[in-house]
DNA sequence: TTCTTTTTTCTATAGTTGTAGAACCATAGG
DNA sequence: CCTATGGTTCTACAACTATAGAAAAAAGAA
């Protein structure tokens, strides 16, 4: 028998590098060869791992919102109401290199989700599940006394998703006017306005 | 003398040709040959007029910034206060055909803009503008006694942002939780919330 | 008609990409 | 030490792209 290698956690490690490249170089710096390269192989040395290209951005665009998942639940598991839903919040937002790394990743994984079916199916379940956290956690509040405003929780969620989706955008393409203490101060204001509002 | 053609009238309807192929498959389906032939032209036409695709890319691009903004100056020509606010904004959101098109054109565009330092500056310009607009209206509401809340107006108006920038991902890419009039719902919640907050 | 100038088409080219697959290598068991 | 086998490299190829530029076409002026 000859050396064996952990397929899976090469996958991860491919997916890592095109991470790298993809944020570094964006999605059309990503060829095949570049990640290979960029994890320290050759080129043909990643189809045993990923038979496509599509194969391996498609598992890198979902571990990106696995690990993002991850993170949001991890954040939240000790709060509830308004507190986990800052929580969760801030867990999106591109407040350091990490996320803004994401945020460089997940707007190309937008472009390719607009003709391609599957990434969009991919993006529609993540987004809902968030969704439908943060509006457990609007519940939560509700239950709590911590929210008084008639507006529907629907509408709410579908607000700061939006505003967290934004800054995903603004946080890289406007650094400047989005900076890591502003979005946070945009998200407080936004939890703000929600717990005055009656 | 032979057949002319007004350059600057060519060069716009490239540029429609650009964004009907970009809307109906993609940015990566928006080849040179594609494009010409909806225009109506073989290969080789744009080149008197685009000298490159970048120009045509760009071209397209910034013409997309001028037709919204057109659009939001128009709306708000007799407005002023909350009531331009709301007319701005609603401007930009994705409520019809013609700016869920837009959208669809945008995003591949932030795409780009992530590797490429003119179409980020283009961005930021044309960010810069609305944003500084929206701050104007919500001076003119807090003289008009319409606003009273103590939040900044700057994070106000990069709430707003983030939330009509959001929109554009969501009402592509979850149209279902985001329909036009969840779209308007959620604006007007977030406006209510400000008028409300003190 | 014929000429002149603009516009358009067409062909060619150089470069890049994803993918395939043969050749090569390395390692653990006998 | 040998060998079977999973892993890796390397070369090749076919498709596709943007771009260049020569050739053709069109259309008003003389």
Same mark, same amino acid.
């Given at each position: 028998m000859p050396k064996v290698v952990d397929h899976d956690r090469r996958r991860v490690e491919l997916v890592e590098a095109t991470w790298r490249i993809i944020a570094r170089h964006g999605i059309e710096g990503a060829t095949m060869r570049d990640i290979a390269a960029e994890a320290g192989f050759a080129n043909g040395a990643l189809k045993p791992y990923f038979p496509t290209k599509d194969d391996l951005l498609?598992?890198?665009? $979902?571990? &990106?919102? $696995?690990? @993002? $998942?991850?993170?949001? @639940?991890?954040?939240? &598991?000790?709060? $509830?109401g308004l507190g986990a839903l800052r929580a969760y919040c801030l867990e999106i937002l591109p407040l350091d290199d990490i996320r803004i790394s994401e945020a460089r990743i997940v707007i190309p994984f937008w472009q390719k989700a607009l003709t391609d079916a599957a990434k969009a199916e991919l993006h529609a379940s993540a987004m809902l599940q968030w969704r439908n956290t943060i509006c457990d956690h609007l519940q939560e509040a509700r239950a709590a006394g911590e929210l008084r405003t008639p507006l529907p929780d629907e509408d709410l969620a579908g607000l700061l998703m939006n505003l967290v989706l934004g800054a995903q955008i603004t946080a890289v393409l406007s650094p400047v006017?989005?900076?890591?203490?502003?979005? &946070?101060?945009?998200l407080d204001a936004c939890l703000r306005l929600i717990t005055e509002g009656r």
């Open positions: 498609a598992f890198a665009f $979902s571990h &990106v919102f $696995s690990q @993002t $998942s991850r993170r949001m @639940t991890e954040a939240t &598991v000790d709060r $509830s006017e989005n900076s890591p203490d502003r979005l &946070v101060a945009q």
